[in-house]
């Protein structure tokens, strides 16, 4: 599949469809919408609250669209980095009790725990960019 490279309206609405489409064919082989992680012994959960955060951001940025088709090898062998408290104010990470940065080559992984659950929880993947901060996060 061609990704579309340009940064016009076009080109990003074209990578958010070619996201949604992997997401809704990667949980129809995933049923259970989780994979277990080496480095942090436990199963990182896939969402909708992870979706839609990867919709809102990862379109805008060619490398972190194609980062998304290696969604299950990311998940099971991105390494431990960083761990710090949830960002203060975010609404979407004041469901966790700690965000964990992760790394799959030059991918990063963040992953917030769920505390009262008990889960893992996928919040964002990046394509690399040397640029690009994850959302919510200070590094």
Same mark, same amino acid.
């Given at each position: 599949m ?14 958010r ?20 992680? /080496?480095?942090?012994?436990a ?6 609250t992870?979706?839609?955060?990867? =919709? &809102? ?13 290696? =969604? ?9 980095? $960083? ?6 104010? $975010? ?10 940065? =992760? ?11 769920? /505390?009262? /659950? ?8 990046? &394509? ?12």
């Amino acid at each position: 599949m061609e990704i579309p490279r340009g940064n016009s309206r076009e080109d990003i609405k074209a990578r958010r469809i070619i996201i949604k489409d992997y997401y809704a064919k990667w949980i129809s082989e995933h049923q259970d919408k989780m994979v277990w992680n /080496k480095s942090l012994e436990a199963f990182i959960h896939v969402k909708n609250t992870s979706i839609n955060e990867i =919709l &809102g951001h990862a379109p805008k940025s060619v490398e972190a669209t194609a980062a998304q088709f290696h =969604l299950t090898k990311i998940l099971s062998d991105a390494r431990l980095v $960083d761990q710090w408290p949830p960002k203060h104010g $975010d609404k979407n990470q004041k469901v966790f009790s700690k965000v964990f940065l =992760l790394k799959w080559r030059q991918c990063r992984l963040l992953v917030g725990f769920q /505390k009262s /659950k008990g889960e893992y929880v996928l919040y964002y993947i990046s &394509g690399g960019q040397k640029k690009e901060k994850p959302p919510g996060s200070d590094f």
